[in-house]
């Protein structure tokens, strides 16, 4: 870490913390101030967290995960079918390094767990339920070269997933501690506000969650504040070659950042649909503002609240799919929240069948509702087939752990196509007002939360007015079989 970040330091207490002070007291708080250096591929940030106990317990440390170390040496990283897209100048590492963590102005105790992911901060005094507590931490973070959610490619910088951020704590279990996962999204994290200052060089363009407050320039480097209240978490990303359109729902902007688009109007166009489709069927968008940014990525797309991630590698002829997909994201993963590592069928696939939902309601973008369900039966039914031939059977339950996935078809299979084949088949199960109203009053009802399987059963038993835990028991454990 470089020396000027004491400096940070001084400053970062002080005006930084007035702008956009939260509402809400009982959300975590974040103040990060970062400094990108594009020389030395690295980001300086001083971070301070307000962390309220929310729990019934009284706690003795505080957990964060440590999203940043999954680019570390001997991580896997990406799964091997990957490996080419996501390092095309050769593999490539980076991590994050601390140089202090501190509790009223004191260097406190803290470990690292042996695999990376998890960091363990020790209270002072014990924080009871309801107290709040101020942790600060200074760290670098060395970026890799590599197509992911953080790293630096050819065209653009991401920084997805690269602050510390504090773990879940659910009473009974404590802090719930994911391992990193190379398949799917290994994310669980409560809503927060954000006040974040990130500075860069001033031949950048910014893209980022939450809104921009303020922007200035001083010796090339621009600064830019941003502010994010009820957000799940913070992203940005930054590029030499961005350009920027924009168009209106209403009073929501939505932003597409692209350096390499022949049809960037129709994928802004594709965006607005999306918003409107979605608040239309689901619910408000509660942000200002969306920002779809094209960028290195070696799969198709990433989510994050008010932003999403488009790879630059995605083919033509499925841009608008995956643009739907992500945005759709903002409504299950970035406005009701899950634990993505242990129940990945809930957010994608209500995500995937949102976006089926999509073509649906806007036929004009070539897609058929009932081909994409047909074919998604056909895919099923052919790893199902190619599978149990290849290793004798085949496991087909949804809810499990990322880790108990064993190839990444099996992963694709069972939490998107299938999450989305159980969502319309209980659409056709019963009336289409009753459906509908289970989808809104579960928006409605985990809004800025956190749910989980038991609580998506029990909210849509309720909105149907009907016993469903037999139905998602035998698409949640593999019993329904497909003809």
Not at 282 to 298: D, H
Request: glycine share 6%; net charge negative.
């Amino acid at each position: 870490m470089k020396k000027f970040v004491f400096v940070l330091m001084i400053a970062f207490c002080l005006p930084l913390f007035l702008v956009g002070c939260s509402t809400t007291s009982e959300l975590n708080s974040y103040k990060i101030e970062a400094i990108y250096d594009d020389q030395s591929q690295t980001l300086d940030c001083v971070q301070k967290i307000d962390y309220v106990n929310n729990s019934e317990s009284v706690l003795n440390e505080v957990c964060f995960f440590l999203y940043a170390n999954a680019f570390a040496e001997g991580q896997t990283t990406v799964p091997n079918s990957y490996t080419n897209r996501a390092y095309p100048n050769g593999e490539s590492f980076g991590n994050l390094e601390f140089e202090s963590v501190q509790i009223d102005g004191q260097d406190v105790s803290f470990s690292v767990s042996e695999e990376k992911n998890i960091l363990t901060v020790s209270l002072i005094q014990e924080l009871f339920p309801q107290e709040k507590v101020e942790i600060y931490m200074m760290y670098t973070i060395n970026l890799a070269n590599i197509n992911h959610r953080l790293g630096y490619g050819n065209n653009a910088v991401n920084f997805g997933n690269f602050f510390p951020i504090a773990c879940v704590y659910e009473d009974g279990v404590g802090f719930v501690k994911n391992q990193f996962s190379a398949s799917g999204d290994p994310f669980y994290s409560d809503v927060s506000n954000f006040n974040v200052s990130i500075s860069y060089p001033e031949d950048y363009v910014l893209a980022s969650s939450g809104e921009l407050i303020s922007q200035s320039v001083m010796d090339g480097q621009t600064t830019s504040v941003c502010k994010g209240e009820d957000i799940r978490d913070f992203c940005f990303v930054l590029s030499k070659d961005f350009q920027v359109i924009s168009d209106n729902v209403g009073e929501i902007e939505i932003k597409y950042y692209f350096y390499d688009d022949a049809n960037a109007q129709t994928h802004l166009k594709t965006s607005v649909d999306a918003v409107t489709t979605f608040q239309n069927l689901f619910g408000k968008y509660p942000y200002s503002q969306l920002s779809v940014v094209q960028t290195n990525f070696c799969f198709g797309g990433m989510e994050y609240p008010n932003l999403v991630m488009i790879s630059d590698d995605v083919e033509q002829e499925a841009e608008n799919y995956v643009i739907v997909h992500e945005i759709a994201h903002q409504w299950w993963y970035g406005i009701v929240g899950n634990n993505e590592y242990e129940d990945s069928w809930i957010d994608e696939g209500l995500t995937e069948f949102s976006t089926a939902l999509f073509f649906e309601q806007n036929r004009e973008y070539g897609l058929d509702y009932d081909i994409i369900m047909e074919n998604a039966t056909d895919a099923y039914k052919n790893f199902v087939s190619i599978f149990t031939n290849i290793n004798g059977d085949v496991d087909e339950s949804m809810e499990r752990n990322l880790s108990q996935f064993n190839t990444e078809p099996e992963y694709v299979n069972c939490v998107y196509t299938k999450g989305m084949l159980l969502f319309d088949n209980l659409r056709q199960s019963m009336s289409e007002k009753k459906f509908f109203n289970c989808l809104r009053n579960y928006y409605k009802d985990y809004k800025f939360k956190n749910s989980s399987s038991e609580k998506l059963i029990e909210s849509f038993c309720h909105s149907a007015n009907s016993n469903l835990e037999s139905y998602f028991a035998a698409w949640l454990s593999g019993e329904v079989v497909f003809q």
